[in-house]
């Protein structure tokens, strides 16, 4: 059944691990809030820019509640022992505007990174975001960032990056996605 446009799928990590994609839901506040408490300091620092201990209420509210045109918002998701789900990375945009360009930022829990599933949401947002009119991401990464950096290299998306007040302002045109 399509979730708010978009149809829910599983996504087979490089090491097998299963994480489920979704639309993310006012619901996921709590998951969201639990997500960042997971995270290093250094990842926290990496997404938000800075040294968050809790994701405030009124962040994760904003974060969790999306309007799945102009600000869209992917979660993977696993599923704990006990059963519950559990957020383990999330992909977002932000369209600037009445524009066809928009703000990502993508994060992912410490241990399931370097699995696959950073640019994998990013490249089924990106889809998601061509269908919604996007044609172009921004995002803002820290020079010491070699992650992201390498992630956005790896898929040949950084197109123009500019070095401003310390930070990196990326940008990179959507490929025509089937
Ligand atoms: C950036 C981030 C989302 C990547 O997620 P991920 O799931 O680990 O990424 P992937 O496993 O899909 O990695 C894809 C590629 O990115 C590059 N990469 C990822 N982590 C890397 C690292 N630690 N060092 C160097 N390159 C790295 C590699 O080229 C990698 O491909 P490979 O594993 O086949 O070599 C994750 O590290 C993260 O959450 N960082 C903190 C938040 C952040 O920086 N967000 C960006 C600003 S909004």
Do not use: C
Not at 17 to 44: C, G, K, W
């Amino acid at each position: 059944m399509p979730l708010r446009g978009f149809e829910p799928r599983v996504l087979e990590l490089h090491d097998g691990t299963r994480v489920h994609v979704r639309p993310i839901v006012p619901e996921d506040e709590p998951l969201l809030i639990d997500a960042v408490a997971a995270m290093s300091e250094r990842t926290v620092y990496f997404r938000f820019f800075s040294p968050l201990k809790r994701l405030p209420d009124a962040l994760a509210h904003r974060l969790a509640v999306v309007d799945y045109h102009d600000r869209f918002a992917l979660v993977g998701t696993t599923h704990k022992p006990a059963g519950k789900e559990r957020i383990v990375g999330v992909a977002r945009y932000d369209r600037a505007g009445n524009t066809d360009v928009a703000e990502t930022a993508v994060a992912v829990v410490d241990e399931f990174q370097r699995r696959g599933l950073g640019s994998a949401l990013l490249a089924i947002l990106a889809k998601v975001a061509r269908d919604h009119g996007i044609k172009t991401f921004t995002l803002i990464v820290l020079p010491e960032n070699q992650q992201m950096l390498g992630l956005l290299r790896k898929m040949g998306w950084i197109h123009h990056a500019k070095l401003t007040g310390g930070v990196y302002e990326i940008s990179f045109d959507l490929p025509d996605l089937p």
